[in-house]
């Protein structure tokens, strides 16, 4: 039976009939390439230019022990390693050098979490402490009543993620809201099922109404 060159697992079969694969896998491949480059030379131990992890090097010249390291602090090394500061949205102080594409004064955010808050903030016109004092006042749970708890540091799909609420009479589907025609904040089965009660340009009370009478009087058949 064939076997991997590298590793010693099976191998798997060709593009061609009755051919096989030196390697079982690209890791497997180049693992052996790497390891082959050892090959006349023995270039000592050496710690890594970004993340200090010591590795040795297969040519004099590399400083990086990954191709991830070698993006990142190739790039860290060309645009300047900005100071440690807080996010904009939870406040949490961060390391901008942690992110591949990070750049001094362009990076505002500790997670893609928090800028998603924040792009939801600006689509609303409401601040963050507007939005914990809501949430507060409202006593932590969906403003309808139903009882289900929110929180504003869950991501967005979550059972209790914040939906904001706002009379689309004032601000039209799809724009901007204000940010003075915020109703509350509700829990998404609540929001979304206030949002079919008002397509159309229908009065929510009236229509709620009128499935509450056909579901209180219908006959399963």
């Given at each position: 039976?064939?076997?991997?060159?590298?590793?010693?697992?099976?191998?798997?079969?060709?593009?061609?009939?009755?051919?096989?694969?030196?390697?079982?896998?690209?890791?497997?491949?180049?693992?052996?390439?790497?390891?082959s480059s050892y090959v006349?030379?023995?270039?000592?131990?050496?710690?890594?230019?970004?993340?200090?992890?010591?590795?040795?090097?297969?040519?004099?010249?590399?400083?990086?022990?990954?191709?991830?390291?070698?993006?990142?602090?190739?790039?860290?090394?060309?645009?300047?390693?900005?100071?440690?500061?807080?996010?904009?949205?939870?406040?949490?102080?961060?390391?901008?050098?942690?992110?591949?594409?990070?750049?001094?004064?362009?990076?505002?955010?500790?997670?893609?979490?928090?800028?998603?808050?924040?792009?939801?903030?600006?689509?609303?016109?409401?601040?963050?402490?507007?939005?914990?004092?809501?949430?507060?006042?409202?006593?932590?749970?969906?403003?309808?009543?139903?009882?289900?708890?929110?929180?504003?540091?869950?991501?967005?799909?979550?059972?209790?993620?914040?939906?904001?609420?706002?009379?689309?009479?004032?601000?039209?589907e799809g724009a901007k809201?204000?940010?003075?025609?915020?109703?509350?904040?509700?829990?998404p089965p609540c929001n979304?099922?206030?949002?079919?009660?008002?397509?159309?340009?229908?009065?929510?009370?009236?229509?709620?109404?009128?499935?509450?009478?056909?579901?209180?009087?219908?006959?399963?058949?």
């Amino acid at each position: 039976m064939d076997t991997c060159e590298w590793c010693q697992g099976p191998a798997i079969r060709g593009r061609f009939p009755n051919t096989v694969k030196r390697f079982c896998s690209t890791r497997c491949n180049e693992a052996h390439y790497f390891a082959s480059s050892y090959v006349g030379h023995d270039y000592p131990v050496i710690p890594c230019a970004w993340c200090k992890t010591e590795f040795k090097p297969w040519n004099k010249n590399q400083r990086f022990c990954s191709k991830v390291c070698n993006g990142r602090g190739a790039y860290r090394e060309r645009v300047g390693f900005p100071e440690p500061w807080p996010c904009n949205w939870c406040g949490t102080v961060f390391d901008p050098n942690t992110f591949r594409r990070a750049r001094p004064g362009r990076m505002r955010f500790c997670s893609p979490f928090c800028r998603t808050k924040a792009v939801v903030l600006s689509s609303y016109n409401v601040t963050g402490e507007r939005l914990f004092k809501m949430l507060a006042d409202q006593g932590g749970e969906c403003a309808t009543g139903c009882g289900t708890p929110l929180s504003l540091m869950v991501p967005r799909g979550h059972p209790e993620a914040v939906q904001v609420d706002h009379d689309h009479g004032c601000c039209p589907e799809g724009a901007k809201s204000c940010g003075e025609c915020i109703r509350g904040l509700l829990c998404p089965p609540c929001n979304q099922s206030l949002g079919w009660l008002e397509s159309g340009g229908a009065d929510p009370l009236i229509r709620l109404r009128a499935i509450e009478s056909y579901i209180s009087v219908k006959e399963y058949t």
